[in-house]
């Protein structure tokens, strides 16, 4: 009977282990194994064509003091304070409309999706920089209703905010997942505080944001994460431009390796900006301790 029994068990790991394999697989194929690569070219000279040259921390140095590097970093968490919170607010408003018991909702719904699905694709990218050029349809529209039409992609202000609209119009993705923790609130806390007599705006604040904290962390989270690697948008629409205004450490991070083929430099820069990453996200984890309050 034990036999048997440990034979079962034996049967069922192996199944386990069979349906696992293949995210084990691709994890140690594309993410531990480039990690480890790249850590160890980021200490050396390597251009490809030829063996690589141990250099110790002179990447590392170089990066810290070139003006460059600065200028994509600044441009980075620029583009990252702008990004994610306008994102949030405006996935939370529509997720909080689309939430409402109204004739032909889900219709809106898979509507307000529809740029998500797309993804941050080159094609999109190509369409957006179309749109934004000096005779694309945005001016076209502009200059019939007699407004200013500016040349979006060569200013430097004009320019972020065009990758950064970009950005904000894939709403989708976060605007789902604050719809389903809209939809799963509790009736009765709702009902309670109407009883009370507390309004809308009310109800809002106090009720319906403390509950979705863990949810607003989590999509705070993910976005962070996502808009500090942020490539195709830059790299298509502006190429890094105007005088390096949207020169994200992504845009600057594929210039290197590609371009210049500096693949010993550009793993170096990599490395910053993923311990970047990770600081931001830890700081995230030891606030969220003041601001997020799980149901228990």
């Known amino acids: 009977m034990k036999h048997s029994i440990f034979q079962g068990r034996k049967r069922k790991d192996l199944i386990g ?3 696992v394999a293949p995210w084990v697989l691709g994890f140690l194929l594309f ?58 607010a405006f996935s939370l408003l529509i997720a909080y409309i689309l939430s409402s018991k109204v004739k032909g909702i889900g219709f809106f719904r898979s509507i307000y999706y529809i740029p998500s699905l797309m993804g941050g694709s080159v094609a999109v990218a190509i369409l957006w920089q179309y749109m934004f050029m000096e005779k694309g349809m945005i001016n076209k529209i502009l200059g019939f209703l007699y407004l200013p039409t500016p040349t979006w992609l060569a200013g430097r202000y004009t320019a972020m905010f065009v990758i950064i609209l970009l950005r904000l ?7 789902v997942v604050f719809l389903a ?31 979705i904290t863990p949810v607003i962390f989590f999509n705070l989270l993910t976005n962070l994460v996502t808009s500090f690697q942020e490539f195709n948008s830059p790299f298509v629409i502006t190429a890094g431009g105007p005088s390096q205004a949207t020169n994200l450490m992504s845009v600057l991070i594929y210039n290197n390796a590609f371009r210049y083929l500096k693949m010993g430099y550009s793993s170096a820069l ?27």
Do not use: C, H
């Not at 690569?37 to 064509?49: A, H, N, Q, V």
């Not at 009765?188 to 509950?211: H, N």
């Open 31 to 88: 993410k531990a194994f480039p990690l480890l690569l790249s850590t160890i070219l980021s200490f050396s000279e390597y251009r490809i064509i030829s063996p690589p040259i141990f250099l110790g921390l002179e990447n590392f140095r170089n990066a810290f003091s070139s003006p460059e590097f600065w200028n994509s970093m600044r441009v980075s968490f620029v583009y990252v304070v702008f990004t994610v919170p306008s994102k949030l």
């Open 181 to 211: 923790a809209l939809k799963n609130m509790p009736v009765t806390l709702v009902e309670a505080a109407q009883v009370d007599g507390a309004t809308r705006k009310r109800i809002f604040w106090s009720i319906t944001i403390p509950y």
């Open 17 to 19: 282990l069979v349906f």
């Open 270 to 296: 990599s490395l910053i900006l993923f311990a970047v990453i990770t600081s931001v996200t830890l700081l995230l984890f030891a606030s969220s301790k003041r601001w997020v309050n799980y149901q228990d």
């Open 169 to 175: 119009w894939q709403f989708g993705s976060t605007m």
